[in-house]
């Protein structure tokens, strides 16, 4: 399983974009990347996920560079309610898809 | 997720009783999961089970069992508790639709926190 690093912590101000950084250097061909939220005392919440370039939702974007060996989350204009820990996964497209949990990144935002 | 439920929430128990978490489902989803959550840390798979006759073991599955009793429930046992087993515990589900290009969605439930003293 590709291993994934990505900052412990950020701080952020309210009405900022955050950008949070993950490197992926052992990433495979079939390996996705996706990211889950996760507020204190409640289960991890699926954010986005992607293979290559860049993919949009309601909630964010993720910027993958050609060499995959990166990703960056965009959380747009956050808000104090998006404090939570942010994990950045690798998971292998197969029957399997399981995910791999590192220690994420803790963002504060703050008022 | 409303559609996983766990029980119970919080549970403090003795070093050497024997605990069961329940996680139930109402998504319809075939996989499930058991994860567990110490301090700080990320989560660790436990168990999982892509359908009611099959059962795998995860990163950490040593103390830990597990039963598929039907499609929408899985339970996990300590057989006999100890204190290094206080953490916080999720189940998930997920729904493999094979669909190309993605890659499963898991839909996590609200937590068991258990104590071990």
């Known amino acids: 399983l590709a291993k994934t690093t990505q900052p412990i912590s950020m701080d952020s101000y309210e009405g900022q974009e955050v950008n949070i950084t993950c490197s992926h250097n052992n990433i495979a061909t079939n390996d996705y990347i996706t990211w889950y939220q996760q507020f204190p005392s409640q289960g991890p919440r699926f954010i986005i996920q992607g293979y290559k370039t860049k993919v949009t939702n309601e909630v964010a974007s993720l910027f993958i560079p050609a060499d995959r060996k990166s990703s960056t989350l965009s959380l747009p204009r956050v808000s104090l309610s998006d404090t939570a820990v942010y994990y950045c996964l690798v998971v292998i497209n197969n029957a399997g898809n399981m995910l791999t949990f590192g220690g994420g990144t803790r963002l504060m935002v703050k008022p | 997720d409303a559609d996983v439920t766990q029980t119970p929430r919080n549970r403090i128990t003795k070093t050497g009783k024997r605990i069961m978490l329940e996680c139930s489902q109402t998504?319809?989803?075939?996989?499930m999961y058991w994860y567990r959550q110490d301090p700080g840390l990320g989560l660790r798979l436990i168990y999982y089970?892509?359908?009611?006759?099959?059962?795998n073991k995860g990163e950490i599955s040593d103390g830990y069992s597990v039963s598929r009793q039907a499609q929408a429930k899985f339970s996990l046992s300590l057989e006999s508790a100890i204190p290094n087993q206080t953490a916080l515990y999720f189940c998930?589900?997920?729904?493999?639709?094979?669909?190309?290009?993605?890659?499963?969605?898991?839909?996590f439930g609200p937590g068991t926190r258990l104590t071990v003293l």
């Open positions: 089970s892509f359908d009611v006759k099959d059962i």
């Open positions: 998930a589900t997920s729904d493999h639709r094979g669909l190309a290009g993605e890659v499963d969605t898991q839909y």
């Open positions: 998504k319809g989803h075939d996989r």
